[in-house]
């Protein structure tokens, strides 16, 4: 059980990555990935930058939904 709790609060540190990653490029307008092309900047391409900026919120929304809900489903079990 102490491994599924750790496993829940991996997924929600995650969120909190990819929340603060997706709030950092809504106010500076920039995403860094690492990779060879360096940041994602909005005027180089609008489009591709809310594409990147979608996905990392949405991300961010279900790994702190997986997270939370299990550790609260894991508590539960443990007070049956």
């Given amino acids: 059980m102490k491994k599924k709790i750790q496993n829940y609060n991996q997924s929600i540190f995650g969120g909190f990555v990819l929340g603060g990653l997706a ?22 391409s ?3 930058f809310f594409i990147y900026l979608g996905i990392c919120a949405v991300l961010s929304v ?9 550790r609260i489903k894991c508590k539960m079990l443990n007070k049956a």
């Fill in 62 to 70: 279900v790994f702190l939904a997986y997270g939370i809900f299990g």
């Fill in 46 to 48: 609008e489009e591709q």
């Fill in 23 to 44: 709030l950092g490029g809504i106010f500076t307008d920039v995403i860094y990935f690492p990779s060879k092309h360096g940041a994602l900047h909005r005027a180089e």
